[in-house]
């Protein structure tokens, strides 16, 4: 995984805000759906791939086991 990879670049970019703008709710969200009943349910563009990002770093992070 390199840092040209758009989700991982778009993690990066963005990863300490403070404050939430248009610019990044563009790039990062795919939509937003508001229920009648209140209820958010929020989108992200990145959510499949980032989460083989974490699977593939917790995987590659933990110490392999030696064969004895």
């Known amino acids: 995984m390199d840092n040209e990879?758009?989700?991982?670049a778009a993690v990066m970019k963005y990863q300490n805000i403070e404050c939430l703008t248009r610019d990044i709710l563009v790039e990062l969200l795919d939509h937003i759906k508001?229920?009648?009943?209140?209820?958010?349910?929020?989108?992200?563009?990145?959510?499949?791939?980032?989460?083989?990002?974490?699977?593939?770093?917790?995987?590659?992070?933990?110490?392999?086991?030696?064969v004895v």
Do not use: T
């Not at 929020?42 to 989460?51: N, W």
């Open 5 to 8: 990879h758009p989700a991982l």
């Open 34 to 66: 508001v229920y009648e009943n209140g209820n958010i349910s929020v989108r992200f563009k990145f959510a499949d791939e980032l989460r083989k990002i974490v699977e593939y770093i917790e995987l590659n992070a933990e110490p392999h086991a030696q």
